[in-house]
Nanobody, 129 residues
Framework: QLQLVESGGGLVQPGGSLRLSCAASGFTLDYHTIGWFRQAPGKEREGVSCISSSDGSTYYVDSVKGRFTISRDNAKKTVYLQMNSLKPEDTALYYC??????????????????????WGQGTQVTVSS
């Protein structure tokens, strides 16, 4: 069965940290760009950060630059999103997704869900005091 499973979400105070994991099963991450997306209530799904498989290049949406770090371990078939200095506006359901490396990592993040074939079920991140 081909699937992605996210973990690591939770409730954290502003300024705190979380590390999200996205584990793939049934397929390898080779040749796939992995994206982290988030969706808050009443808002559209947003590409937060993406990482390519070809050269490991990364992209971050402006609102998380300097706070979030994406990384991948192809041997473990896992991608991570380290989130530091969390803010209440980071509260959302976070999804990871995998899609073939068809264009630049920036485009893969900005284009939205279209290029992605596999999605996880999501993990909730809540930033609140």
């Amino acid at each position: 069965q081909l699937q992605l499973v996210e973990s690591g979400g939770g409730l954290v105070q502003p300024g705190g940290s979380l590390r999200l994991s996205c584990a793939a099963s049934g397929f390898t991450l080779d040749y796939h760009t992995i994206g982290w997306f988030r969706q808050a209530p009443g808002k559209e799904r947003e590409g937060v950060s993406c990482i390519s498989s070809s050269d490991g290049s990364t992209y971050y949406v402006d609102s998380v630059k300097g706070r979030f770090t994406i990384s991948r371990d192809n041997a473990k078939k896992t991608v991570y999103l380290q989130m530091n200095s969390l803010k209440p506006e980071d509260t959302a359901l976070y999804y990871c997704a995998a899609g073939w490396d068809i264009t630049t990592v920036q485009a893969m993040c900005i284009m939205g869900p279209g290029p992605y074939d596999y999605w996880g079920q999501g993990t909730q991140v809540t930033v609140s005091s």
